[in-house]
């Protein structure tokens, strides 16, 4: 996977990260509309193919039989061993299957644990069939790139970015800025943290980007 240089990661950082500093706008961004895990996970695109989120929490999620309340599908591990044949895949999948029923029940001993592991699953899920490589331990091994994922619910994502290392020679920055796609924005970097303020962050780390990361970077504010 591609990997920036320090010179690279020294250019693109910041001591004093803000509200984000937007690519040049003299590059037609090819994905002006994608969302924000198109770039944080694709490196650019969107669309609702199988292994994008829309279609994994879909399948992962689905109304019960008064059609009142989203409920595990009892058939997601089925779905992702089927239509992607990956078995780190289906092994985040059977994650989501085995805490389901506890983090179901608000009452539950263990039902925070549950709910957390779920919403850790469900992100490296959609990560791994990103083509993302997740670091050593299930991507809690840290490196100079992650994947954060917040949400309102441990169901569902409000927001994705990619965090980049951004005190690579320079120990007193802060350790890390995001590049991030805000809602119906251009692609920004050296922010400070994930946009919004939700109940659930999630950070997987992982080995290294992806062409479309590098494609979007290379026009950003400090690019050597």
């Not at 292994?51 to 994994?56: H, L």
């Not at 085995?98 to 539950?108: E, G, I, K, L």
């Not at 569902?156 to 991030?180: R, S």
């Not at 050296?190 to 290294?208: E, K, M, Q, S």
């Amino acid at each position: 996977m591609p990997q920036l240089t320090d010179g690279q990661l020294q250019g693109l950082a910041s001591a004093n990260l803000g509200a984000g500093t937007e690519l040049n706008p003299a590059w037609p961004d090819p994905y002006p509309d994608a969302p924000c895990w198109g770039f944080a996970l694709f490196g650019g695109p969107g669309g609702h193919a199988d292994n994008t989120p829309p279609s994994i929490y879909d399948q992962a999620w689905v109304y019960d039989a008064e059609e009142e309340e989203f409920v595990y599908n009892p058939g997601f591990v089925e779905w992702v061993r089927n239509t992607f044949d990956n078995p780190d895949a289906t092994a985040q999948a059977q994650v989501v299957a085995d805490n389901a029923v506890t983090a179901a029940n608000d009452a539950a001993p263990g039902n925070a644990a549950a709910r957390q592991a779920i919403t850790g699953a469900l992100a490296r899920l959609c990560m791994i069939l990103s083509g993302l490589a997740l670091s050593a331990n299930n991507g809690t091994t840290p490196t100079r790139y992650s994947i954060v994922m917040a949400s309102d619910g441990y169901r569902t994502w409000e927001h994705w970015a990619l965090g980049l290392a951004n005190n690579v020679g320079a120990p007193g920055n802060p350790p890390f800025q995001y590049a991030q796609r805000y809602p119906e924005q251009p692609v920004k970097t050296r922010t400070p943290n994930a946009w919004g303020d939700h109940a659930i962050l999630t950070t997987v780390f992982i080995t290294g980007l992806l062409e479309g990361h590098i494609d979007y970077l290379r026009h950003a504010t400090g690019w050597p």
